[in-house]
């Protein structure tokens, strides 16, 4: 609680001009918005570029932010429509090249291979799940959001966010069973 009573305290000096208090707010939430979008994008340049961008938007709507919802609420909606854009955006080319660079980052130890394979496996089984299913399973399993935060930071209901996620955990299981 004292989190959000702090982030309160921020973005109102933020909303008042303070730019320390927007420094304070991006350090206090870049790393989770980066896990996102690292997650959902596959790619860590990218992921930089939509968190870069993330924090360039919530300056500029903070004056029309109503603190309805927690400021973390509120970074997810963005970064989680930023990175749908982007991947609305990709071609299959360049998803695959993603994919690729993933891979090729994350070889590991000898011992650890197979462990190794099947985090790859995963990785490219959630990048292959649309852009809706991949943010509402990323945000749920990764970032441990509720159905409820979901729903807020989706702009849909909660059976909606429940039906995302089963489909794209349906999904997963599917492509990894081809794996094995």
């Known amino acids: 609680m004292s989190g959000q009573v702090d982030d309160a305290i921020l973005v109102e000096a933020a909303q008042e001009g303070d730019t320390d208090a927007f420094e304070a707010l991006v350090r206090r939430h870049r790393n989770a918005v980066y896990r996102v ?3 959902m994008l596959g790619s ?7 968190t870069q961008e993330t924090f360039t938007r919530a300056w500029r709507a903070l004056r029309s932010f109503r603190r309805e919802s927690s400021v973390n609420t ?3 909606r963005i ?3 930023r990175c749908l854009d982007v991947i609305a955006a990709r071609t299959p080319a360049a998803e695959d090249l993603a994919t690729l660079e993933l891979r090729a980052r ?3 130890p000898a011992e650890s291979v197979e462990r190794g394979e099947r985090l790859r496996a995963v990785t490219v089984a959630i990048s292959r ?3 809706d299913q991949r943010a509402a399973l990323v945000l749920r399993e990764f970032e441990g959001l509720s159905y409820q935060q979901l729903a807020g930071v989706l702009g849909i209901t909660v059976p909606a966010v429940k039906g995302r996620i089963h489909r794209a955990r349906l999904a997963v299981l599917e ?6």
Do not use: I
């Not at 860590?44 to 939509?50: H, N, S």
């Not at 492509?175 to 094995?180: G, I, L, N, P």
């Open 37 to 39: 979008a690292l997650r």
């Open 175 to 180: 492509q990894m069973e081809a794996w094995e």
């Open 74 to 76: 509120w970074l997810y």
């Open 79 to 81: 970064v989680t429509r």
């Open 44 to 50: 860590p340049a990218d992921a930089q570029d939509v």
């Open 106 to 108: 994350e070889s590991g």
């Open 129 to 131: 799940l649309p852009g």
